[in-house]
């Protein structure tokens, strides 16, 4: 079955930019999205189509792939982006998701 | 507003069964593609099952299939989740999401509130 892999955690300081990382193989040939998820909340999604950001979703949440990696990019990151993201993309009719991303802000 | 609302969770015994409902308002809900992910206690997000806009195309996790069943009823704006044979490690949050896009396998961009489902004797 199909694998999205991200690293368990990544931290990063207030004002800095923040990199997650989602791996799968052939993904570049994948849309692929991402979702926020705050504690005790439902996910968010933050970006779609590799790079297109919904209505509301702040300028400095951005998306990029580039081969087998997609990477969610947050410039500028604020205490209030401290979550767990969660990449996300379809394999032969199923959805897959990548086992997510705890970001610490600190 | 666009809304997408769980219901049904509830504590069942190993091997058991439960009906989760997700009733959609603010949008055209036949026009869209439905799924049902789920979210054990301190895990990720699983994809579990998906239904196509007119309910012809249904699709299933390899932990599900077999045991769950997908549906929806585009006059009452609904889709259900018949869960039959359910073992611990179904417990979870389940949580019906909309597709954006209304050709389907796209993200999912409108979530529920999730609904909780526990399966313990």
């Known amino acids: 079955s199909y694998e999205l892999t991200q690293p368990p955690s990544v931290s990063v300081s207030p004002g800095q930019t923040a990199s997650i990382t989602c791996s799968g193989d052939?993904?570049?040939?994948?849309?692929v999205s991402w979702y926020q998820q705050k504690p005790g909340q439902s996910p968010v999604l933050v970006i779609y189509?590799?790079?297109r950001r919904p209505s509301g979703i702040p300028e400095r949440f951005s998306g990029s792939t580039s081969g087998n990696t997609a990477t969610l990019t947050i410039s500028g990151t604020q205490p209030l982006d401290e979550a767990d993201y969660y990449c996300?993309?379809?394999?032969?009719?199923?959805?897959?998701f990548g086992g997510g991303t705890k970001l610490t802000v600190l | 507003q666009v809304q997408l609302v769980e219901s049904g969770g509830d504590l069942v015994k190993p091997g058991g069964s439960l009906r989760l409902s997700c009733a959609a308002s603010?949008?055209?809900?036949?026009?869209?593609?439905v799924g049902w992910i789920r979210q054990a206690p301190g895990k990720g997000l699983e994809w579990i099952s998906y239904?196509?806009?007119?309910?012809?195309?249904?699709y299933y996790a390899d932990s599900v299939k077999g045991r769950f069943s997908i549906s929806r009823d585009n006059t009452k704006k609904s889709v259900d989740l018949q869960m039959n044979s359910l073992g611990p490690e179904d417990t979870g949050i389940y949580y019906c999401?909309?597709?954006?896009?209304?050709?389907?396998?796209?993200?999912?961009?409108?979530w529920g509130q999730g609904t909780m489902v526990t399966v313990s004797s």
């Open positions: 189509e590799d790079n």
């Open positions: 996300q993309a379809w394999d032969s009719r199923t959805a897959v």
């Open positions: 052939k993904l570049g040939d994948k849309y």
């Open positions: 603010g949008f055209t809900f036949n026009d869209y593609y």
């Open positions: 239904i196509s806009s007119s309910g012809g195309a249904m």
């Open positions: 999401a909309r597709d954006y896009d209304s050709s389907g396998y796209d993200a999912f961009d409108v």
